[in-house]
């Protein structure tokens, strides 16, 4: 496993986009929830916002960069060829998707953590001017705070997630531009059809099986109890559609000639 | 240039995955339009068992509110009408902040004044001068149509020539200052003239659990004293229209006379239908935002593939005019995915109509030009998506990085704002700048100035009007085939 790791490793290095896609995640991740807290006003204690959801919004924008990251990590072989040099050196097929996950998961981890911390910096400069005061029920965004520190860490935790998920569907698809396409589908499928479904029994059950709504969850500071899925479960329904596309991926991988 | 066109079309038919694609779009739209329709069920529970009561529709074909106080008497043909609203009252229940208390106010679009209206049938013509609440006189007729008047006028004026009705108004009843002329085609000779009051219900926006914002409306009433009225000594007759019996006693009229001053109060109000509780025929094409991700991915590739495989060499020395041969791709993958959208929406719309009526939901009727625009537009925006996402991929020349652009700027901005996870402020300027403006094209009930709506994105009203927001794809399409053109001869292929 030390050798898949090291060989991918260097490869994910030494591509020249990576270090671009790993920056443009902190940028497009501050950027957006600088623009929605800029875009938001609270104008009395009842103004129902979430404000450290409202602070890290970003994460639904950076989560798009993350999927190319994921995305070119597998399919940028199939296009060369490589693939077939990589297990011809590396037989076992299934260890270096498990590589691959792992190498992935590292950088995206720091690039997703650099993202968080800089939007609830964002939001603790930002929120104040915008309304959202101590007056008006909203204290100071602060890591110390239980909810804050969920929301921030299970954020960078779906990030991660998300590239592992986009991984497994790369490993199955093999095409990039066809893989971004099942990708994006599925990150955007489910908050359309639950926001046009009008049967709220199809709306629960849509939310709690949707990678991206239930994983989401876990950026909810209050009306925790309207949730239809809780902020842990609903990380944990994001892993489970992460383990399952790396395991079918890996199985295919494994089946199919490359 | 015939010939690039055919070699160009070749291409793309004999490429199977791509064909297969373009099926997929097709099927897709269907049936997310399928699943979503059968999601959505509604009724009430009424005198009529669990059917929803029909929603009147106006003599322009929209559903209409007709829902307010009416003291009218017989019109043959020719005759004035004049009055003085002495005064405009009224009472909000439940207004913010703590949404607790009935309190004395006037909304804006609160009416009081004189109208001419064919019968007493839901959804018939009128013309009628009035005083608002916040928007001084108007003159309003058909349910649509509104023309602003001056905000000292207390006196009201309606004069009826055959099947043409003019509005006039004065701040003294001796200057009179005609504010409009309106034709109420097809009026019969025997009309009603009279009094009205209506009171549309208070709206309040606030922020939803769990996002997105959530409009509510409250009951309000309004009360007017009318003097100077030019019928006084006729006999009157009073209709509370479109009420039911066992409606709160707040959004019930009344209509009291004494010394030729007449006292009315009422509820509801008589203009266009929006959105809100109605099911649009755009619900029908929900899916092609979906279909819209397969086509971005097809036509992407459809440039990259040229690239990977080295086929774009070829394709160069065969045609070394390399501007021709982006155009003649465009056009190629333009009228493919016309033609796509087309097909997915003819089938689309009907067939979901029919499922969401089946379900008890009441689709809002639009004009036959609205339906057409909704359902060619949508043809149209995937056509220019597919063109903006080839110029992308010319331009950025690899695939995932291609369709993540095009995905970036056209799908997910709309997901994003209608999905409503961003705030309403930020999710219409987004709708105003990047090219998911276009979706505007699907709009099929306008925003109404003279109603007060809950007008976000996240309802189904977009800020830009259709086409407008149409050109805003197209602009961003010539823009990007443009550049890809300009760099197609600069750079090494």
Same mark, same amino acid.
């Given at each position: 496993?030390?050798?898949?790791?090291?060989?991918?490793? @260097?490869?994910?290095?030494?591509?020249?986009? @990576?270090?671009?896609?790993?920056?443009?995640?902190?940028? *497009?991740?501050?950027?957006?929830?600088?623009?929605?807290?800029?875009?938001?006003?609270?104008? #009395?204690?009842?103004?129902?916002?979430?404000?450290?959801?409202?602070?890290?919004?970003?994460?639904?924008?950076?989560?798009?960069?993350?999927?190319?990251?994921?995305?070119?990590?597998?399919?940028?072989?199939?296009?060369?060829?490589?693939?077939?040099? @990589?297990?011809?050196?590396?037989?076992?097929?299934?260890?270096?998707?498990?590589?691959?996950?792992?190498?992935?998961?590292?950088?995206?981890?720091?690039?997703?953590?650099?993202?968080?911390?800089?939007?609830?910096?964002?939001?603790?400069?930002?929120?104040?001017?915008?309304?959202?005061?101590?007056?008006?029920?909203?204290?100071?965004? #602060?890591?110390?705070?239980?909810?804050?520190?969920?929301?921030?860490?299970?954020?960078? *935790?779906?990030?991660?997630?998300?590239?592992?998920?986009?991984?497994?569907?790369?490993?199955?698809?093999?095409? #990039?531009?066809?893989?971004?396409?099942?990708? *994006?589908?599925?990150?955007?499928?489910?908050?359309?059809?639950?926001?046009?479904?009008?049967?709220?029994?199809?709306?629960? *059950?849509?939310?709690?099986?949707?990678?991206?709504?239930?994983?989401?969850?876990?950026?909810?500071?209050?009306?925790?109890?309207?949730?239809?899925?809780?902020?842990?479960?609903?990380?944990?329904?994001?892993?489970?559609?992460?383990?399952?596309?790396?395991?079918?991926?890996?199985?295919?991988?494994?089946?199919?000639?490359? | 240039?015939?010939?690039?066109?055919?070699?160009?079309?070749?291409?793309?038919?004999?490429?199977?995955?791509?064909?297969?694609?373009?099926?997929?779009?097709?099927?897709? /739209?269907?049936?997310?339009?399928?699943?979503?329709?059968?999601?959505?069920?509604?009724?009430?529970?009424?005198?009529?068992?669990?059917?929803?009561?029909?929603?009147?529709?106006?003599?322009?074909?929209?559903?209409?509110?007709?829902?307010?106080?009416?003291?009218?008497?017989?019109?043959?043909?020719?005759?004035?009408?004049?009055?003085?609203?002495?005064?405009?009252?009224?009472?909000?229940?439940?207004?913010?902040?703590?949404?607790?208390?009935?309190?004395?106010?006037?909304?804006?679009?609160?009416?009081?004044?004189?109208?001419?209206?064919?019968?007493?049938?839901?959804?018939?013509?009128?013309?009628?001068?009035?005083?608002?609440? =916040?928007?001084?006189?108007?003159?309003?007729?058909?349910?649509?149509?509104?023309?602003?008047?001056?905000?000292?006028?207390?006196?009201?004026?309606?004069?009826?020539?055959?099947?043409?009705? /003019?509005?006039?108004?004065?701040?003294?009843?001796?200057?009179?200052?005609?504010?409009?002329?309106?034709?109420?085609?097809?009026?019969?000779?025997?009309?009603?003239?009279?009094?009205?009051?209506?009171?549309?219900?208070?709206? /309040?926006?606030?922020?939803?659990?769990?996002?997105?914002?959530?409009?509510?409306?409250?009951?309000?009433?309004?009360?007017?004293?009318?003097?100077?009225?030019?019928?006084?000594?006729?006999?009157?007759?009073?209709?509370?229209?479109?009420?039911?019996?066992?409606?709160?006693?707040?959004?019930?009229?009344?209509?009291?006379?004494?010394?030729?001053?007449?006292?009315?109060?009422?509820?509801?109000?008589?203009?266009?239908?929006?959105?809100?509780?109605?099911?649009?025929?755009?619900?029908?094409?929900? =899916?092609?935002? /979906? =279909?819209?991700?397969?086509?971005? $991915?097809?036509?992407?590739?459809?440039?990259?593939?040229?690239?990977?495989?080295?086929?774009?060499?070829?394709?160069?020395?065969?045609?070394?005019?390399?501007?021709?041969?982006?155009?003649?791709?465009?056009? $190629?993958?333009?009228? $493919?995915?016309?033609?796509?959208?087309?097909?997915?929406?003819?089938?689309?719309?009907?067939?979901?109509?029919?499922?969401?009526?089946?379900? =008890?939901?009441?689709?809002?009727?639009?004009?036959?030009?609205?339906?057409?625009?909704?359902?060619?537009?949508?043809?149209?925006?995937?056509?220019?998506?597919?063109?903006?996402?080839?110029?992308?991929?010319?331009?950025?020349?690899?695939?995932?990085?291609?369709?993540?652009?095009?995905?970036?700027?056209?799908?997910?901005?709309?997901?994003?704002?209608?999905?409503?996870?961003?705030?309403?402020?930020?999710?219409?300027?987004?709708?105003?700048?990047?090219?998911?403006?276009?979706?505007?094209?699907?709009?099929?009930?306008?925003?109404?100035?003279?109603?007060?709506?809950?007008?976000?994105?996240?309802?189904?009203?977009?800020?830009?009007?259709?086409?407008?927001?149409?050109?805003?794809?197209?602009?961003?399409?010539?823009?990007?085939?443009?550049?890809?053109?300009?760099?197609?001869?600069?750079?090494?292929?």
């Amino acid at each position: 496993m030390k050798r898949e790791i090291h060989a991918e490793w @260097t490869k994910l290095r030494t591509l020249p986009g @990576t270090g671009w896609v790993l920056l443009a995640i902190p940028v *497009l991740t501050v950027a957006l929830g600088v623009a929605a807290g800029a875009a938001t006003t609270c104008a #009395s204690a009842r103004c129902n916002h979430d404000a450290v959801k409202l602070a890290l919004t970003g994460v639904q924008l950076s989560q798009v960069v993350v999927a190319v990251l994921a995305v070119l990590a597998i399919t940028g072989e199939h296009t060369t060829g490589l693939i077939r040099t @990589t297990f011809t050196a590396m037989p076992r097929r299934f260890t270096v998707l498990g590589a691959k996950a792992a190498v992935l998961a590292g950088p995206t981890l720091v690039a997703a953590i650099a993202g968080v911390l800089g939007s609830v910096l964002a939001g603790r400069l930002i929120l104040p001017g915008r309304g959202f005061t101590p007056a008006h029920g909203y204290p100071l965004l #602060s890591l110390t705070d239980g909810l804050v520190l969920r929301a921030a860490a299970g954020s960078v *935790l779906y990030l991660t997630l998300i590239a592992v998920l986009c991984l497994g569907v790369a490993a199955i698809v093999r095409d #990039s531009a066809a893989a971004m396409g099942v990708v *994006l589908g599925l990150f955007y499928l489910f908050p359309i059809l639950i926001h046009l479904v009008s049967d709220p029994d199809w709306q629960r *059950l849509l939310f709690r099986i949707s990678p991206t709504n239930a994983g989401l969850a876990i950026q909810s500071s209050m009306n925790l109890d309207l949730l239809p899925i809780g902020p842990w479960p609903g990380l944990g329904v994001l892993a489970a559609w992460a383990a399952a596309a790396l395991l079918a991926g890996g199985l295919l991988v494994r089946l199919r000639d490359v | 240039m015939t010939g690039l066109l055919r070699g160009e079309w070749t291409k793309f038919r004999t490429v199977r995955g791509w064909v297969l694609g373009m099926a997929l779009a097709v099927l897709i /739209t269907v049936l997310l339009g399928v699943f979503t329709a059968s999601g959505s069920h509604s009724s009430c529970s009424g005198p009529e068992g669990d059917v929803c009561p029909a929603l009147p529709v106006g003599p322009e074909g929209l559903a209409v509110n007709d829902r307010f106080s009416f003291a009218h008497q017989p019109l043959a043909g020719d005759g004035s009408v004049t009055a003085r609203v002495a005064s405009l009252t009224g009472i909000i229940t439940y207004p913010p902040p703590d949404h607790d208390k009935i309190v004395p106010g006037v909304v804006p679009w609160a009416k009081a004044g004189i109208m001419i209206k064919e019968s007493v049938r839901p959804g018939s013509a009128y013309a009628a001068m009035m005083l608002t609440g =916040g928007h001084g006189a108007r003159m309003q007729h058909n349910y649509e149509h509104d023309v602003a008047g001056s905000r000292e006028a207390r006196w009201l004026r309606l004069t009826r020539s055959g099947d043409t009705i /003019t509005g006039a108004e004065s701040a003294d009843g001796t200057h009179w200052t005609t504010v409009s002329t309106v034709r109420l085609t097809g009026l019969q000779k025997n009309a009603l003239m009279g009094l009205f009051v209506a009171s549309p219900c208070d709206l /309040t926006v606030t922020q939803g659990d769990l996002g997105g914002t959530i409009g509510k409306c409250r009951l309000t009433q309004a009360t007017a004293v009318f003097d100077h009225v030019s019928l006084a000594g006729n006999p009157w007759t009073y209709d509370d229209l479109g009420g039911h019996t066992g409606a709160p006693a707040l959004s019930q009229g009344t209509f009291r006379e004494s010394g030729g001053t007449f006292t009315m109060s009422g509820s509801g109000d008589v203009g266009p239908y929006g959105i809100e509780g109605g099911q649009i025929v755009e619900r029908t094409l929900s =899916g092609a935002y /979906t =279909g819209l991700i397969v086509v971005i $991915v097809v036509a992407v590739m459809f440039i990259t593939a040229e690239y990977r495989r080295g086929l774009i060499r070829t394709t160069l020395l065969a045609s070394p005019r390399r501007g021709r041969v982006l155009v003649a791709k465009s056009l $190629v993958i333009g009228v $493919v995915t016309f033609v796509v959208g087309l097909i997915a929406a003819v089938i689309a719309v009907p067939l979901c109509s029919r499922i969401l009526r089946a379900n =008890g939901n009441q689709l809002l009727p639009v004009s036959t030009s609205t339906e057409l625009r909704v359902v060619a537009g949508t043809a149209a925006l995937l056509a220019v998506a597919a063109v903006l996402a080839l110029a992308i991929g010319a331009l950025i020349r690899r695939s995932a990085v291609a369709v993540i652009t095009a995905i970036a700027v056209i799908v997910v901005p709309h997901v994003l704002t209608t999905a409503s996870v961003l705030p309403a402020e930020l999710s219409q300027w987004l709708l105003r700048v990047t090219p998911a403006a276009a979706f505007a094209i699907q709009q099929s009930i306008p925003e109404y100035s003279q109603v007060e709506g809950h007008y976000v994105p996240q309802m189904g009203y977009y800020p830009l009007a259709p086409w407008a927001g149409f050109a805003v794809l197209c602009a961003y399409a010539l823009l990007a085939l443009g550049l890809a053109v300009l760099l197609l001869r600069r750079r090494d292929a």
